[in-house]
């Protein structure tokens, strides 16, 4: 079965307009119900709606404007731990 993005953003709208700020918690539990059930077709279906929620309400994970390249800071490893488990089990 293959749902438009039309049908999916109707199906998002009348989600928001009838639960308002509950939508996504509503459509998200719906998609949880379809992956509990191993409905591959309606988990697809409703991922889109709680996107599409998401999207139009601002709700979700912030995504990054600009991903930062990660060779411009050295990598940070906190080796305490690692240091104290190898002082200890050097006492043994």
Same mark, same amino acid.
């Given at each position: 079965?293959?749902?438009?993005?039309?049908?999916?953003?109707?199906?998002?709208?009348?989600?928001?307009?009838?639960?308002?700020?509950?939508?996504?918690? %509503?459509?998200?539990?719906? %998609? +949880?119900?379809?992956?509990?059930?191993? +409905?591959?077709?309606?988990?697809?279906?409703?991922?889109?709606?709680?996107?599409?929620?998401?999207?139009? %309400?601002?709700?979700?994970?912030?995504?990054?404007?600009?991903?930062?390249?990660?060779?411009?800071?050295?990598?940070?490893?906190?080796?305490?731990?690692?240091?104290?488990?190898?002082?200890?089990?050097?006492? %043994?």
């Amino acid at each position: 079965m293959v749902v438009s993005d039309a049908e999916i953003a109707r199906m998002a709208g009348e989600m928001i307009e009838k639960y308002g700020a509950q939508a996504p918690r %509503l459509a998200t539990e719906r %998609l +949880n119900e379809m992956i509990d059930r191993g +409905n591959k077709t309606g988990r697809d279906i409703w991922a889109c709606v709680v996107h599409e929620i998401h999207d139009r %309400l601002g709700a979700g994970p912030k995504r990054p404007t600009s991903v930062p390249d990660w060779r411009s800071s050295p990598a940070r490893l906190d080796c305490a731990p690692f240091a104290a488990a190898a002082y200890a089990m050097s006492l %043994l």
